[in-house]
């Protein structure tokens, strides 16, 4: 399985192979152009340094990431997800996650800024919390089950359910998640 964190150390190897400067010569670019912000740092590497998008984005978030000491721990990035007007959606979180690391040994949890997934050979679910009314479960299956509350999506899974209360949890959307880590197998 592809860990998140070794495929953004290849894609910056890469990029530093591709461009002949370091991240910390990057990083120092940066700062002498005074662009502080998330966007206006992408916006800089792609005008000025011919970077593709992907490679602009994760750049900007390394360099930030360095100028704040680290990335920070994952604990804090989960609290961060459900913190102010979203922290009455965390038992739905903590039920979820449950429901998948329950599954097997092999499960993989990667805690980022905006959402949890959860990975075997691939990933399967992601948790997201968009709203403080909702938690947006993202699944990864075959076909897409007969009920209202799945829809088939775009992007880095095939369906979602949106949950906004702690019963919604029920035996459908745990079969529909172990159906999502066997196909992820």
């Not at 894609?11 to 990057?26: D, P, S």
């Not at 490679?55 to 994952?74: H, I, K, S």
């Not at 998948?100 to 990975?119: C, H, M, P």
Request: charge should be neutral; aromatic fraction near 4%; glycine fraction near 8%.
């Amino acid at each position: 399985m592809a860990d998140p964190r070794t495929q953004s150390a290849k894609q910056l190897r890469n990029i530093e192979e591709l461009t002949g400067k370091t991240v910390a010569g990057f990083a120092a670019a940066i700062r002498e152009a005074g662009v502080e912000k998330h966007g206006q740092i992408v916006a800089y590497l792609k005008s000025e340094h011919g970077l593709t998008h992907g490679n602009a984005n994760l750049l900007a978030l390394t360099v930030r990431e360095l100028w704040a000491g680290g990335p920070p721990p994952p604990e804090d990035l989960l609290a961060n997800q459900y913190s102010g007007t979203k922290a009455a959606l965390r038992p739905i979180y903590e039920k979820l996650a449950a429901i998948a690391e329950n599954l097997g040994d092999d499960v993989d949890k990667v805690i980022q800024k905006t959402g949890v997934s959860f990975r075997r050979k691939k990933q399967f679910v992601l948790v997201q919390a968009p709203s403080a009314k909702r938690i947006q479960l993202g699944l990864n299956l075959d076909e897409t089950p007969s009920d209202a509350r799945i829809v088939e999506a775009k992007g880095m899974c095939t369906h979602t359910v949106n949950i906004a209360d702690l019963k919604s949890v029920d035996d459908d959307i745990t079969s529909w998640i172990k159906a999502a880590y066997e196909r992820a197998g």
